[in-house]
């Protein structure tokens, strides 16, 4: 990969891209498997296709660590996660390189995923010192009460395809400020970022077997996720995928009855109603949808218009997304800004939910299909109108470039059908009504709201969802909880 210059790769003349890393070494498997640029196809790499006997060694190397890793001071913690700040930092260029090959987002988004994903570095450093216990008044003269957080021990960290970076460092920052070590499965599509991230760990001085990244295909993934949540040497889990996964690996850490949070899919509404700045509404639509090319679980999914504005909103939406976005292979192109899905897969799935959509009468009033002059990942920014409940895109998550555009008449009937979800992850809202905005914020069943703004994620803000979104919160400094235990000391014989 061009213009990739790691330190690490200069210095130690291996690729980290063929091999694992585990207890501080980079490690090879007897079977490996491939991962492709989703834009054109292009053979990135042959990486480690790990099996249970290989991750267990991870699970081993990283129990021996914690050890030592908890007993570290807080201060001590923070300043090794600064130390792995200032690489990340120095490396931003070569890091959204990677991201925009092997996961196909335009580099501009993959810069600014960088940069999120280092800003939960920074911030965790920072609330390794924060992790405060309590004084309790006791109720007794002879004692004192009072409550200690511990870490949790050995965590194992399964994150996805849609942001291979961001979604490591927002979970791996806050169990490593806590004192626990980590044993990290990125998706199968995009293990190139992962590695990298280990790469410049071992370059900051990261102690072996605190931070370990394991990979395997999709044949080995079942398996060597029930390994992470039944093993007795792994504490913790945090997953960020689908909620069928979700609910696959919920039901494998209840036999150990173990801790876990789950940041699972969405199916994110996105009101207009009629007092709202249409433009302002349009530019928020655009991010709230098209970002990554809406292969991210706060997209807008379901777009609700006051029928009052409908046709307006619908041709202001389809004149800017027309203007806006040039589709293609952005690691060939820097001008393209809107990428490719990231497998087949994933194409077929909403090509399906288009056609479905279509067949029962909805009318396309843009886009709708393949783009194959481009490659066979490549779909259309689309538009839907004419939307009934008995279509697929009514209910389910595109997770695609399709806005999905839904005719309502009062606030009432919207927030009915923002709330028919058994997800409740993100919810977008624009009005000019402070009272409305007050009243529909309170009654959107989400564990995020915008109003009047497409953009939400913060690393200062807890993220999370209510329903079948999940369990927990990260980022935040409630992002901490997640990988620490309460300890409660009674002191007695006080007198």
Known sequence: MKSVNLRYMQRAGLSMYKLAYVNGEWVDSNKKFPVF??????????????????????????????????????????AALRKWLKELEGNKQALAEIMTKESGKPLVESLGEVAYANSFVDWFSEEARRTY?????????????????????????????????????RKAAPALAAGCTCVIKPAEDTPLTALALAALAQEAGIPKGVFNVVTSSRSNANSVGKLLCTSPHVAGISFTGSTHVGKILYNHCSQGIKRISLELGGNAPFIVYSNANL??????????????????????????????????????????ITKSFQQGDSSKNEKCNLGPLINLAQVEKVDSIVKDAVSKGAKVVLGGEKVSSLGDKFFAPTILTNVTPDMLCYTEEVFGPVAVCIKFKTEEESLQIANNSSTGLAGYFYTSDISQAWRV??????????????????????????????????????GMDEFTQIKYMCFGNLE
């Open 37 to 78: 640029n989703p834009a054109n196809d292009e053979l990135l790499a042959d990486v480690p296709d790990m099996g249970e006997s290989e991750v267990q060694k991870a699970i081993d190397a990283a129990k021996e660590a914690f050890e030592q890793w908890s007993q570290t001071t807080a201060k001590e913690r923070g």
């Open 133 to 169: 216990g309590e004084i309790v008044p006791s109720p007794v003269k002879s004692k004192e009460l009072l409550m200690v957080r511990e870490p949790l021990g050995v965590v194992g960290l399964i994150t996805p395809w849609n942001f291979p970076m961001a979604m490591i460092t």
């Open 279 to 320: 433009e302002k509404a349009v530019v928020g639509a655009l991010a709230a949808k098209f970002r990554n090319c809406g292969q991210a679980c706060v997209a807008a999914n379901r777009f609700l218009i006051q029928e009052d504005v409908f046709d307006q909103f619908v041709e202001l939406l389809k004149t800017n």
């Open 441 to 478: 914020a309170k009654k959107l069943q989400v564990g995020m709201v915008g109003i009047n703004e497409g953009i939400i994620s913060h690393t200062e803000a807890a993220f999370g969802g209510v329903k079948e979104s999940g369990i927990g919160r990260e980022g935040s400094r409630h």
